[in-house]
């Protein structure tokens, strides 16, 4: 299979799973702000929409959207322990932390990367990202991971996602339980695996 990323964007949540449950796969540099692929060709002829991650599998089907995508290789790796087998009260648990990544954190980012925003909108965009990482930070107290002591997909698109406070000026330093799970998880082999594939780290 193949999974088309940027460096740096929701896409290292996905390509942090893939390295996570062993499962052979070949990383395509896709970059978001030109849609042009290291040969040239044109990225919206592989994935219309032009964002990543997108994955395509060795028969040609495709899918897209991180948390759909983390959900799927954790499949083909059930002894990893990666996601809870599906139907069971835990993977909805899971699919709870994912979907509120996503909305709530992902997407409260946004605004701060786009150039268009006003710059007296951004502090109040800041405020709420701060309010719900203090909310997250409290969930943490006396966790290993989100789900407990178990590393999950959830923890891979966590770790994302707040890997982007730095780049907008959003200080979290204050928030202790994150802090220390980001560096539980900065420490996994996966993790550095696919941080440094995406040359994050040296």
Known sequence: MKLFYSPGACSLAPH????????????VLASTKTHKLADGSDYYAVNPLGYVPFLV??????????QVIS?????????????????TWERYKLQEWLSFISSELHKGFSPLFNPATPNDYKPAVKERLLQRLTWVDGELAGKDHLMGSSFTVADAYL????????????????????AAYRAR????????????????LK
């Open 71 to 87: 959900q799927y290789v954790a499949d083909q790796a059930p002894h990893t322990g990666l996601a809870p087998a599906a139907g």
């Open 185 to 200: 998880v900065a420490a996994r082999p996966g993790v550095q695996a696919a941080m440094k594939a995406e040359g994050l």
């Open 57 to 66: 599998l060795a028969d040609g089907r495709t899918l897209r959207e991180g």
């Open 159 to 178: 770790f994302t996602v707040t890997n982007w406070a730095g780049f907008v000026a959003l200080d979290i330093s204050g928030l202790a339980h994150l």
């Open 16 to 27: 942090i799973v893939l390295h996570e449950a062993g499962v052979p796969f070949e990383p």
